[in-house]
């Protein structure tokens, strides 16, 4: 049975969904969560769609084994390429991060020109593009795939001038063609800085944390599920390798000690724990 004190699942390929906790935390403080970051197959966004999808179930899989209440796919490719196959796993509602994020930049696109910077598969999916044109069908959009700044965010190269470099690179065709650019990775808020930068500052950055954070508060709401203790909540955060380097980053990030980080196993047949 699932009961309003049961934690919010929460998975991506690496660090990048700490953006979506971060923004849970702030509008959902007394919500208890699982985190897990799939570290030692980060990242996502270069592996085929047959891939994401099979690593999107066994993720789902493992945060539904700590009894979730909700699961949210924090991870853009998955998002976009493996929605179908969680929700027919899962036994628990699951929002991923594109349509929240994509009606977010509607709203706020005065000219209706947005960009969308993402990894190769979420960007080849088109999962933005169709996202976006659903909500406003005269929409204008302009997509950039950015892969390496996936890795740097792993890194925790945030404000390193490798970083100002790349995101130059990337993102220089952008200025005075948008007014409203997706961040469509949950990684890409870490570099946030450097691409305001590249940027020149002209282009309002959306990033999924907050758009899919109220999405989960809603849907929790709709099905009486909001966790209404007023007690600490219970934050776990297992990674697939690396816990140490999560640790910090993670720590770094989201402004508090996590005094629960776990190393889990990726098993041969795909079982997690």
Known sequence: ???PENPIGVFDS????LTVV???????PHENIVY???????????????VVREYAVQDAKFLLSKGVKLIVIACNTASAVAMDVVRAHATVP???VIEPT???AIKLSASKTIGVIGT???INSCAYTTALRAADSGVHVRTQACPLFVPLAEEGLFDHPATDLIANEYLSSFIGKVDVMILGCTHYPLLRSAISRALKGEVRLIDAGEATAKSVQELLSQRG???RQKTKPLLEFYVSDFPQKFNDIAEKFLGMKLEFVRKVQVRSNGEIG
């Open 1 to 3: 049975m699932t009961l």
């Open 14 to 17: 690496g660090i990048g969904g």
């Open 22 to 28: 971060r923004q849970l935390l702030e509008i959902l």
């Open 36 to 50: 897990f970051g799939d570290t030692a197959r980060v990242p996502y966004g270069n592996k085929s769609a047959e």
């Open 94 to 96: 699951t929002i991923g």
């Open 102 to 104: 994509a009606n977010e």
């Open 120 to 122: 190769l598969s979420t």
């Open 225 to 227: 599920l909001l966790n």
